[in-house]
Nanobody, 125 residues
């Protein structure tokens, strides 16, 4: 069964940086678009960014533009979310998700077929 595993979350002060990773231990991610989402307590799951199999990037959240960067390293079978200039409002559980073969990046979480368990990001002084 396809499994996505996120890592890299933690507690960071405002203005700090984190790099999240998304791996699939027994599955090749090369041919699939991968999205990053986040969900804060009491709020809906929010699309952050998505990268296609060919490396095209779509950023969904205006609030992270210029601060967050999605990338992928197919040699390492990993998709990253580099988060800089973190703010308290970035605090959330962050999830990576996979779109089925041939499907395009989209902001609707329903479109994604597989999800990781999430990694918690807390931005606080």
């Amino acid at each position: 069964q396809l499994q996505l595993v996120e890592s890299g979350g933690g507690l960071v002060q405002p203005g700090g940086s984190l790099r999240l990773s998304c791996v699939a231990p027994r599955f090749t991610l090369d041919y699939y678009a991968i999205g990053w989402f986040r969900q804060a307590p009491g709020k809906e799951r929010e699309g952050v960014s998505c990268i296609s199999s060919s490396g095209d990037i779509i950023n969904f959240a205006d609030s992270v533009k210029g601060r967050f960067t999605i990338s992928r390293d197919n040699a390492k079978n990993t998709v990253y979310l580099q988060m800089n200039s973190l703010k308290p409002e970035d605090t959330a559980m962050y999830y990576c998700a996979l779109l089925g073969y041939g499907r395009r990046c989209g902001v609707d979480p329903i479109a994604y077929d597989y999800w990781g368990q999430g990694t918690q990001v807390t931005v606080s002084s």
